[in-house]
């Protein structure tokens, strides 16, 4: 039994399970095969920045060392990652023109579909808890296996919407807070209004919903307040893919970091986690948050920060 598994002391801040995958995409800039992808590597990395992250996941043995690399560089413990004989998760998707349109060419779940986790005993006493894009039976798989979280994040997708719509409702049951882009809300609770959308979510038992509105900022709702925090616009997006996934990384790593948890504090960090995001497009795959440091990232919030202010 290893020091870590015998104290009560978790090893890391931040648990994260999502998927890490093999990602093919195509933009009207360029394309780029087989780069590394998938909700919990963008997470983690953004993550990262602030805190002490443990991911759960599985790749197969054709996963590349140099992506194990580049975990250990971000410094993401992956005590938890799994590596099973097989083929990796695999996604493939095209933007069209305004950058925003997106189709997924394919998508191979591959060890994915037979994926169990089994979470590290340095994992189970984390206090933050990301539930990253993956199907909503793997996600409640790993929420029940950690003590107590103080706070838990969902994040989903279209396809769990149409394939696992019950799953994925009793997880949300479950946690402190959804995240989804404004479409996934509508698409999930069939309201087009985003005020009564959120209000349905409230209603099933999270404290926050965050609507995402992609280049126009993102929504926080409690049941009784509406916070708005627009995006931080960039002229130079390479590749939006994962923007989702780094905002959110870096919105629970920095709330981690802060340790409150309330509304002003979750605003507070969507704003990391927004300018996290605005970094993460500059670049396909996670090339450009390898490259960031934490003094670029300040100086972006604070820029930020006047933005708002002014
Ligand atoms: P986003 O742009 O936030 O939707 O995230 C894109 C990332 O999600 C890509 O790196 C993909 O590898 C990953 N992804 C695509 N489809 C799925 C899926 N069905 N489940 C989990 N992750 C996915």
Redesign the pocket.
């Known amino acids: 039994m290893s020091v870590s598994s015998r104290s009560s002391k978790p090893a890391v801040d931040v648990v994260i399970v ?6 093919t ?1 195509e933009t009207p800039h360029a394309r780029r095969e087989s780069v ?4 919990a ?2 997470a983690c990395a953004a993550a990262s920045f602030f805190s002490r992250v443990g991911m759960v996941g599985v790749v197969g043995t054709d996963f590349p060392k140099a992506y194990h690399n580049l975990y250990k560089k971000f410094g993401v413990n992956t005590e938890g990652l799994q590596v099973v004989p097989g083929q990796t ?3 493939s ?1 095209v933007y069209e023109a305004n950058m925003d349109n ?1 189709r ?1 060419l394919s ?1 191979e ?1 591959n060890v ?1 579909a037979s994926f169990s986790p089994k979470l590290p005993e340095s994992y189970r006493a984390a206090p933050y808890l990301f539930l ?4 909503p039976s793997l996600q409640m798989h790993v929420l029940d296996q950690m003590k107590r979280p103080r706070f838990v994040l969902l ?1 989903t ?1 279209d ?2 919407i149409n394939t696992a719509r019950d799953a994925l409702r009793d997880v949300i049951r479950r946690v402190d807070m959804v995240t989804m882009n404004e479409f996934e809300a509508r698409h999930f609770t069939g309201r087009h209004n985003l005020i009564s959308a959120a209000r349905q979510l409230l209603e099933l038992g999270p404290k926050y919903v965050c609507i995402k509105k992609g280049e126009h900022g993102s929504l926080l709702f409690t049941r009784d307040s509406i916070s708005l925090l627009p995006a931080f616009l960039i002229e130079n997006v390479q590749d ?7 905002f959110a990384g870096g919105f629970i790593g920095s709330l981690a970091k802060g340790g409150a948890i309330n509304r002003k504090a979750i605003v507070r960090a969507m704003l990391y986690g927004s300018v996290a995001a605005s970094f993460g497009v500059e670049d396909f ?1 996670l090339d450009r948050l390898a490259k960031l440091k934490r003094a670029q990232l300040n100086q972006r919030v604070r820029q930020f920060q006047r933005m708002l202010a002014g």
Not at 18 to 23: E, H, N, R
Not at 36 to 39: I, P
């Open positions: 999502g998927s890490i995958g093999i990602d995409v590394l992808g998938g909700s590597s963008y998760f695999r996604w998707g997106r997924t998508t779940l994915f990253a894009n993956i199907s994040d997708m396809l769990w939006p893919t994962g923007a989702g996934d780094t795959s």
